[in-house]
């Protein structure tokens, strides 16, 4: 069965430092993966996701992330924290023989300036 | 395109009133998804539809709870009588294809019941 955890549901970082969110996942076959943000008082929308090409994923607004199999992660960076970038952060994974995804709990970012 | 589309944003009840909430998919998507959301519980999926037709309720908490398609661009949830735990945000999600494939979220329906 699939499931998605990810390490600490809230985050502090200062303005301009690396930002690092962690997800872990379990699939009994190759998954797809995807990251999800949602600003106060919005829906979710896709930040980025694995499909198995490239292991180094990029998304928008500078985030990106890396699919380490051995691992069983796809943990999310930002070299440079953005006040703008204050938001929950979700992990989610998929198989392709589901139709679901499975979301994690999220992870709530916080930008100090 | 005008993304997935829900009604009411927010919608406030007494507790043993009817609730209907409402989505409209984005057009030529074939899955439509209803999440509840809750600080407790997180993000929860409730039932999702394929072409219209039910594929998945197990989310769906109890038979106060019902779902609806009757159209490609028209869903509602439904939850008769409400209680005040029913209180979360509300959302629907649509997606073009299979898991793989992005899904599009809604802005959410607010519920609060008293």
């Known amino acids: 069965a699939q499931s998605v955890t990810q390490l600490g549901s809230h985050v502090s970082v200062s303005e301009g430092a690396l930002v690092l969110l962690r997800c872990n996942y379990s699939?009994?076959?190759?998954?797809?993966l995807f990251w999800y943000v949602q600003y106060p008082n919005q829906g979710l929308q896709l930040l980025l996701k694995y499909t198995s090409a490239a292991t180094l994923v990029k998304g928008i607004n500078g985030f990106e992330a890396e699919f380490k199999k051995s691992e069983t992660s796809f943990h999310l960076t930002k070299p440079s924290a953005h006040m703008s970038d204050a938001a929950e952060y979700f992990c989610a994974v998929s198989e392709t023989s589901y139709d679901k995804v499975i979301f994690g709990p999220g992870t709530s970012l916080s930008v100090i300036p | 395109d005008a993304g997935v589309i829900q009604s009411p944003r927010h919608e406030v009840t007494e507790m043993g009133q009817e609730v209907t909430l409402r989505c409209k998919p984005i057009s030529g998507h074939d899955y439509l998804f209803w999440y509840r959301q809750t600080m407790m519980r997180g993000l929860e999926l409730l039932i999702y539809?394929?072409?219209?037709?039910?594929?998945?309720d197990s989310g769906m908490p109890e038979d106060r709870f019902s779902a609806k398609m009757p159209n490609a661009s028209f869903s509602t949830l439904k939850i008769q009588p409400s209680e005040p735990r029913d209180s979360a945000v509300y959302f629907c999600?649509?997606?073009?294809?299979?898991?793989?494939?992005?899904?599009?979220f809604g802005p959410g329906t607010r519920l609060t019941v008293l």
């Open positions: 539809f394929n072409n219209n037709v039910p594929i998945d």
């Open positions: 999600a649509s997606r073009k294809r299979g898991g793989t494939d992005t899904q599009y």
């Open positions: 699939s009994s076959v190759p998954p797809y």
